[in-house]
């Protein structure tokens, strides 16, 4: 837990930089910190008039405070202690201070610790990792929308909001915003409840420069959330800021999503992430053990990669847990205790997952062709079209990248593999057989 002094220490500082001394002695320095817990911060203040002003113009930088530099917001309760009284001089000063300054800081929500410096590049998000650095360098104008999709826990919230640090950086006075789409749900419907929407507007139209907002999979059924998003995004657009998105899926692929969003989401860049290969596992647990002084040999590490291989965050979950096991027992980090410790989550649990061989074997059979004609280059409508459903399958029942089954695919490009998603996706829509194959097909492959 953080110290609460040390807390305080920082806070006090914070506002000696962009106070007066006489605001700063009068309303800051009366103030000490009595309690801090996960998630709030208990100050004493010496009569209600402090507490009423606190509350009213600065409570806001005491949560900007502690997301800058602690990554998570801590909420000040104030209590009054004494029974002191400023005069009506040193309230006009204070007020005075906040206009001259301008003290009252746009809260981005961003974590400091999310930054292209912490963020390990694999083959599986390269791509989206040099478009997000292009962003940074020409904010609304290159690939505007950005949008990274991709399965849970692989890196898409990390990479969003490196961006709007490193926007920040560059240009410390952007005005950037970080949200998720249940809070920009929420803040809308109550915007409605209390009347406020033309504040809701100002605050996501013009008083930002960057907007990110995470998992917009959600505004799915959403009808009134989506005519309200649709109007912020092309005020947004026309006005050249920068909008960054994320979502598990294509914008295409989301049920009761409305064409004209879908449409606005292609104007700029799609880019997938995908689940990490092997080299990168290992790359990202060895800068895990890095970042927090933990030597731990290059064996074990290696065999907690080959073990979780499905997301990030379960990744380094596991070494988490590597790590209580090693110092519950009293030993050394070794090969076998990291096979002890991980057995409980996957040792009874191992299912063989499929593979791109599996489908390629399995829909071959099934439409009675040779695997290498599907790996071949042939161009005949009956291998073609088989080879287009085993590649569909191939990103449909796996987390594997584009250009990976394009690899097993003979060696094809990705854009092949993209193509033959795309069309297969759209064709079971309209065609009943086609439809009725690709489902026997994952019937059967998900259940041998």
């Known amino acids: 837990m953080i110290n609460k002094d040390e807390f305080w220490a920082g806070v006090t500082q914070y506002f000696k930089e962009i106070l007066s001394e006489t605001s700063f002695n009068n309303w800051v320095a009366p103030v000490k910190p009595t309690r801090i817990t996960d998630n709030t911060i208990t100050l004493s203040v010496p009569n209600n008039l402090l507490k009423q002003q606190w509350e009213k113009n600065l409570s806001g930088y005491i949560i900007q405070f502690s997301i800058e530099h602690y990554g998570f917001e801590l909420t000040p309760i104030f209590i009054v202690v004494g029974a002191v009284s400023p005069d009506n001089f040193l309230v006009n000063t204070l007020q005075n201070d906040i206009e001259i300054h301008n003290v009252t800081p746009a809260n981005s929500n961003l974590n400091p610790s999310y930054t292209f410096d912490t963020f390990?590049?694999?083959?599986?998000?390269?791509?989206?990792?040099?478009?997000a650095l292009a962003v940074c360098d020409n904010p609304g104008k290159t690939y505007n929308p950005f949008l990274i999709y991709g399965g849970v826990g692989l890196g898409k919230t990390?990479?969003?909001?490196?961006?709007?640090?490193?926007?920040?950086?560059?240009?410390p006075a952007a005005r950037i915003k970080y949200v998720t789409t249940e809070t920009f749900m929420n803040e809308?419907?109550?915007?409605?409840?209390?009347?406020?929407?033309?504040?809701?507007?100002?605050?996501?139209?013009?008083?930002?420069?960057?907007?990110?907002?995470?998992?917009i999979q959600f505004f799915s059924n959403k009808n009134r959330i989506q005519e309200e998003f649709f109007h912020t995004f092309n005020a947004l657009f026309n006005a050249g800021k920068q909008i960054v998105l994320t979502c598990d899926r294509l914008p295409n692929n989301i049920d009761n999503l409305e064409d004209r969003l879908i449409s606005r989401f292609k104007w700029g860049l799609s880019t997938d992430i995908t689940p990490p290969d092997l080299e990168t596992r290992i790359a990202i647990l060895r800068r895990k053990a890095l970042n927090d002084n933990l030597d731990i040999p290059?064996?074990?590490?290696?065999?907690?990669?080959?073990?979780?291989?499905?997301?990030?965050?379960?990744?380094?979950?596991?070494?988490?847990?590597?790590?209580?096991?090693?110092?519950?027992?009293?030993?050394?980090i070794s090969v076998?205790?990291?096979?002890?410790?991980?057995?409980?989550?996957?040792?009874?649990?191992?299912?063989?997952?499929?593979?791109?061989?599996?489908?390629?074997?399995?829909?071959?059979?099934?439409?009675?062709?040779?695997?290498?004609?599907?790996?071949?280059?042939?161009?005949?409508?009956?291998?073609?079209?088989?080879r287009q459903i085993a590649m569909y399958l191939s990103r449909e029942l796996t987390d594997i990248s584009y250009p990976?089954?394009?690899?097993?695919?003979g060696n094809k490009n990705h854009t092949t593999v993209m193509h033959a998603y795309e069309k297969i996706d759209e064709t079971i829509k309209t065609d009943a057989k086609i439809k009725q194959d690709v489902e026997e097909l994952k019937q059967q492959l998900t259940h041998t």
């Open 120 to 131: 390990v590049v694999g083959e599986e998000n390269k791509m989206a990792n040099g478009a």
């Open 188 to 215: 809308y419907v109550s915007s409605i409840t209390y009347n406020t929407t033309e504040k809701f507007k100002r605050m996501y139209r013009d008083d930002i420069d960057v907007l990110l907002i995470d998992d």
């Open 404 to 409: 990976k089954i394009g690899e097993d695919f």
């Open 158 to 171: 990390h990479l969003m909001q490196a961006i709007g640090n490193e926007i920040k950086r560059n240009n």
């Open 336 to 386: 076998n205790l990291a096979a002890k410790a991980l057995f409980a989550l996957f040792g009874s649990k191992a299912e063989k997952k499929l593979t791109i061989e599996d489908i390629i074997t399995h829909v071959a059979k099934y439409f009675k062709i040779t695997v290498e004609d599907i790996k071949g280059s042939k161009r005949v409508k009956n291998i073609v079209y088989p």
């Open 298 to 332: 290059s064996e074990a590490l290696t065999y907690i990669a080959n073990n979780v291989d499905s997301n990030i965050r379960e990744l380094e979950g596991a070494l988490t847990r590597v790590l209580a096991y090693a110092a519950m027992n009293g030993e050394e």
